[in-house]
């Protein structure tokens, strides 16, 4: 990270920043957390092998984007989990 402003001297906490560079290194710190894939949750050789079974090629970026659809799916299904009061996703919640 480049630092555009040199840091004041003092304690070292964040309290003895200016609050421009906090604000600015926490929009910072803001845009790298949603611009940061998700964890794969998908076998990406089993993904290849389905488009490649049809005929066709993938996308680099196949994987990560079919593994990012399986997590908006999890995250409704548990959402419908939870708001039935229950402690375990099933089937029917997807």
Do not use: F, W
Request: glycine share 8%.
């Amino acid at each position: 990270m480049v630092r555009t402003r040199p840091l004041r001297t003092g304690s070292g906490h964040s309290s003895s920043l200016p609050n421009e560079y906090t604000r600015e290194r926490d929009e910072v710190a803001g845009m790298a957390k949603s611009s940061k894939p998700k964890e794969i949750v998908v076998v990406g050789s089993k993904v290849k092998d389905v488009v490649r079974e049809a005929g066709l090629r993938s996308d680099g970026e196949l994987v990560q984007a079919v593994s990012d659809k399986v997590h908006e799916i999890l995250q409704a299904a548990i959402g419908r989990c939870t708001s039935n009061g229950r402690s375990t996703v099933r089937p029917y919640d997807l």
